[in-house]
């Protein structure tokens, strides 16, 4: 087994990766006779959110098989024409597969499986904000690339980790433009004074009610109801009349 120092990937190898998921720095090794690059992958295929797991599956596996089979049809997609990376030796990218169950603690540990017997050298993962956090804490340790698309947990990117990188907004970003959509609203004859909460008690969901309480301050609204349940529920039901009764206008919810 041949490595490549992680210098020259990110030279000549990095675009690919950055069409595949956005990552700026990953290691990388090739074998002398058929080069590979693998990448670890860690979603929920399994439990509560295996449709959703299912779905990035197909997407991810999408991507990898682009960068690695030549697909001239779809240029100018970065990557696309060549098979595999063309300034690492036609290297491929090798996805390797883990199941977090949307489980924090077994995101953490197929995360340091990934790492310590797969030998990958970056991973991708892991939707939900609370299995992001420990599986990319597992990264971190050991000074492996942990690329985020998706998880919105804003805590995630004030740790100061030096290997996370998230390429998607957080749940500030998403928060403000909500509260400015409302605002528009609101001129165009609307009538939004009074916000209802309802919120799975995830880190997901517990950052987020956090946000839009900070921004209901802010914009001059009233919270009328906050309503947390434990995920994935049997009912909301009780949660929704109680937010009902409270004369809100314009309820905020956030689960998966």
Not at 48 to 67: F, P, Q, T, W, Y
Not at 208 to 221: D, I, L, M, N, S
């Amino acid at each position: 087994m041949k490595r490549i120092s992680r210098r020259r990937f990110l030279r000549y190898g990095g675009a690919g990766l950055l069409a595949l998921s956005g990552a700026e720095r990953l290691a990388a090794w090739a074998s002398a006779q058929e080069p590979t690059i693998p990448i670890g992958v860690v979603y929920p295929l399994t439990g509560a959110l295996a449709r959703i797991g299912a779905s990035i599956k197909n997407a991810v596996d999408l991507a990898a098989e682009i960068v690695n089979t030549p697909h001239p049809e779809l240029e100018p997609l970065v990557l696309a024409r060549p098979a595999g990376l063309p300034r690492l030796r036609g290297a491929r990218l090798r996805l390797i597969w883990a199941d977090s169950r949307g489980d924090p603690a077994t995101g953490r540990a197929e995360t340091e499986r990934l790492i310590e017997r797969e030998r990958v050298v970056a991973v991708v993962g892991a939707y939900q904000s609370a299995v992001t956090a420990t599986a990319s804490l597992a990264a971190e340790a050991k000074g492996i690339p942990f690329l985020n698309p998706e998880s919105s947990s804003p805590k995630l990117t004030e740790r100061n980790f030096k290997w996370f990188f998230r390429t998607g907004p957080h749940d500030v970003t998403f928060t403000k433009l909500f509260f400015d959509m409302m605002e528009d609203l609101k001129k165009r004859g609307h009538r939004i004074s009074k916000i209802a909460i309802l919120s799975e008690d995830t880190e997901f969901g517990a950052t987020a009610v956090g946000v839009e309480k900070v921004f209901a301050q802010r914009y001059g609204y009233e919270v009328v109801a906050t309503e947390l349940y434990t995920s994935p529920p049997a009912s909301v039901e009780a949660e929704l009349l109680r937010i009902r009764r409270s004369g809100c206008d314009v309820i905020f919810g956030q689960n998966y």
